[in-house]
Nanobody
Framework: QVQVVESGGGLVQPGGSLRLSCAAS????????MGWYRQAPGKQRELVAS???????DYLDSVKGRFTASSDNARNTGYLQMNSLKPEDTAVYYC?????????????????WGQGTQVTVSS
C-alpha cells in the first residue's frame, strides 16, 4: 500500500517563500514522475511543476524562475520550493506520484495523489 503525504503549506506575505514536501511511502516503490498541481477556488486544477526520476523538470510559465522542483529519490520524497510568492499563487497544492511497485518479477504501475495543502499568499 502506497501513501502520499504532503506538508509545508501555510500563510505567507507577498514576496515570501514556502517549501512543500511530498513523501511517498511503500515498499518496493520507485517513483518515475512527480507532478505538482494547484487548484484555486472556481478554477481548474493546473500543473505547476514536474520532475522525473532523472531530474528533468518543467514549469508553468507563470512560476518559472520562482518555483523549483527537486527530489530525493532514495527517500521517495519530492519538494517544491516557492519563492517570490504572489497572491495569485494562492491555491490548494497537490502532488501526484507516478511510479512502479515491484513484487518478484511483477511490476505494477501506480498513480497516487497527495491530500493537498493550502497555500495562501496575502498581506
Amino acid at each position: 500500500q502506497v501513501q502520499v503525504v504532503e506538508s509545508g503549506g501555510g500563510l505567507v506575505q507577498p514576496g515570501g517563500s514556502l517549501r512543500l514536501s511530498c513523501a511517498a511511502s511503500g515498499s518496493r516503490l520507485s517513483i518515475t514522475f512527480m507532478g505538482w498541481y494547484r487548484q484555486a477556488p472556481g478554477k481548474q486544477r493546473e500543473l505547476v511543476a514536474s520532475i522525473t526520476n532523472a531530474g528533468y523538470t518543467d514549469y508553468l510559465d507563470s512560476v518559472k524562475g520562482r518555483f523549483t522542483a527537486s527530489s530525493d529519490n532514495a527517500r521517495n520524497t519530492g519538494y517544491l520550493q516557492m519563492n517570490s510568492l504572489k497572491p495569485e499563487d494562492t491555491a490548494v497544492y497537490y502532488c501526484n506520484v507516478h511510479g512502479e511497485v515491484t513484487s518478484g518479477v511483477r511490476v505494477t504501475p501506480v498513480d497516487y495523489w497527495g491530500q493537498g495543502t493550502q497555500v495562501t499568499v496575502s498581506s
